[in-house]
């Protein structure tokens, strides 16, 4: 499903970001993400969307080298990827029910299926009572709960979260990890990155480590 | 089809919203478009005016024929004869000199004063219509009948005609370059509105390409905004000009009292309105379009 060869990223200014990275994830798997901070989690997941491309080596997605795509063909690749930001990047000129018919509406669906979609993804994340709020009134745990739902409501074969437990107690973290494992256990491939130990020990799955933009042990 | 369609009218829709989102910046664009576009347009209603008054004065020559006073009418009849069989001549009147002089009594109410005449002065005449209009022929058909015996005086009255039509001609080049240029106006006033539009929205349009969006979804509400903006902006230009021809016909219905004639502004047929509104909105859309595949392809998410 997801495979590296060999990739390296450089972004402009020098900044090795990623170096010799080859590993590979099979349909279905849950695998963690961990490393300090700037040692390119989140470039690697941006690799994976194409939000930015391999400067060598390939990244494989579907059968698709993200270092070639077209510009045209990257939008129905992310159609199959639900993102889950570190920043969560909702809209705050609509409400709650909006930013979950978003990928909806942009995939073109029939508005009354759309909504039953949306009610229905934000009912699986607890937040069905909040669909008319604006996002910016809902609490940080609430915002990354409401960004899980738009990730989801399109039904991608992918779902890549950044640090999605990162700023929340223990007690939110578990409630967003087994919202994870219901979307695993139905087939989702996933991939989180994470740097909290807790939920690894609380939830264990296969891990990639990366120091520095290498990968380390044998966790390929 | 259906479901495309609810789309469309869903874009359409948040659309409006946006409009009434800043009132006050939209309505002022929207006038800007309007008085922009009402210039040309009121350019050629004024033209059409002059158009109608044109038509009923015949803007098509003649050439007045004065007999000799001491023709005799046999020799009158065979000049008729001559002319009618002329090649050059679409068709002849003829207004005898007891004609002429009651019309002149009627038409001026000189009745006291030509009453008192003992001798008719007027001659016998013939109105002729030649069958080519343009000026190099007229002068060598007048040329030739002065030629003719009997004919006293030969006069081709088609100056105020010509000068008419050479003013049409003119004012018609004026509304074409000045549509052309507030054409371009308006597409450059949509241009900068939806350029600022997707500065503001910036946020909006890399989440949408995160999330998976193709140009022609982003693309869709700006493109809807500059039609709607365009299509607002020649409703806007309608009105003013249709109020004003509507304020002008009034003081003109004054004047063409005191005249004792009938001018009057023409207005804007069906066809002539549906023209603007349709060119209006399109200029909208083209401004937007332009300013889309300028600045959008800068919005790529890092
Ligand atoms: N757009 C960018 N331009 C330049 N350098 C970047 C950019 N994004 C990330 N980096 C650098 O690449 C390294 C890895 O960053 P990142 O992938 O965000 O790490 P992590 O998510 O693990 O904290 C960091 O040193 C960061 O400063
Ligand atoms: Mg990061």
Redesign the interface.
């Known amino acids: 499903m997801i495979q590296f060869n060999q990739v390296y990223k450089r972004y402009p200014g020098g900044h090795e970001a990623l170096r010799d990275l080859s590993f590979e994830i099979t349909e279905g798997e849950m695998v963690y993400l961990t490393g300090h901070s700037g040692a390119g989690k989140s470039t690697l997941l941006k690799l994976i ?1 194409a ?2 491309r391999p400067t060598s080596g390939s990244v494989l997605v579907k059968g698709q080298n993200i270092r070639s795509i077209k510009r ?1 063909a990257i ?5 199959n ?1 639900g ?1 889950i ?1 570190q920043d969560h ?1 909702l ?1 705050f ?1 609509r409400s709650a029910f909006d930013n979950v018919m ?2 909806l ?4 669906f ?2 009354r299926e759309s909504a039953k979609r949306a009610r229905a993804a934000l009912d699986k994340v607890g937040l069905l009572a909040r669909e008319k709020a604006n996002p910016i009134s809902l609490s940080g745990g609430e915002q990354q709960r409401l960004c899980i739902a ?1 990730a989801i409501v ?1 039904r991608p074969a992918i779902l890549l979260a950044d640090e999605p437990t990162g700023n929340l107690d223990s007690d939110y973290a578990n409630e967003i990890m087994h919202i994870f494992k219901s979307f695993h256990q139905v087939g989702v491939t996933l991939i989180l990155s994470t740097h909290d130990e807790r939920v690894m020990q609380q939830f264990p799955s296969r891990a990639l480590h990366l120091q520095q933009g290498e990968l380390q042990g044998a966790a390929r | 089809m259906i ?1 495309n369609l ?2 469309h009218l ?1 874009t359409l829709l948040a659309t409006l919203q946006r409009l009434l989102h800043t009132p006050a910046a939209s309505f002022l664009n929207i006038t800007i478009i309007g008085i922009a576009l009402s210039l040309p347009v009121g350019g050629y209603v004024l033209l059409k005016s002059l158009q109608q008054l044109g038509g009923g004065l015949s803007s098509t020559p003649q050439i007045s024929l004065y007999l000799a006073a001491d023709t005799s009418a046999s020799e009158v009849a065979r000049i008729g004869e001559k002319l009618k069989q002329h090649a050059a001549i679409e068709h002849i009147d003829f207004i005898s000199r007891s004609d002429a002089l009651q019309h002149l009594q009627q038409a001026s109410g000189l009745a006291d004063v030509t009453g008192g005449l003992n001798r008719n002065p007027l001659p016998d005449a013939y109105i002729v219509q030649p069958k080519l209009n343009d000026a190099m022929a007229l002068e060598s058909l007048r040329d030739e009948l002065n030629n003719w015996p009997h004919l006293e005086q030969v006069q081709l009255d088609s100056a105020w005609a010509h000068r008419l039509q050479a003013l049409i001609r003119f004012g018609r080049w004026t509304v074409v370059i000045l549509a052309a240029l507030l054409s371009f106006a308006l597409v450059a006033i949509t241009f900068n509105t939806i350029r600022l539009q997707i500065l503001t929205r910036r ?2 349009i ?10 022609s ?1 982003i693309r869709r509400p700006f493109l809807y905004f500059g039609f709607i903006q365009g299509l607002f902006g020649g409703i806007a230009a309608w009105m003013i000009v249709s109020a004003s021809t509507l304020l002008l016909n009034l003081a003109l219905d004054d004047l063409a009292l005191l005249y004792s004639s009938h001018i009057s502004l023409a207005s804007l047929s069906l066809a002539d309105s549906f023209t603007l509104l349709g060119f209006s909105a399109y200029l909208g859309w083209l401004g937007a379009w332009f300013s889309v595949s300028q600045h959008l392809w800068q919005i790529e ?2």
Do not use: M, Y
Request: no cysteine; glycine share 6%; aromatic share 4%.
């Open positions: 969307a939000i930015e045209e939008p129905a690749l992310r159609r990827i993102l930001f990047k809209l000129d978003l990928p509406q942009i995939g073109g029939d508005h738009r399109n | 479901s609810i789309a869903r946020e909006e890399e989440v949408t390409k995160l999330i998976g969006a193709n140009d979804f998410p890092r």
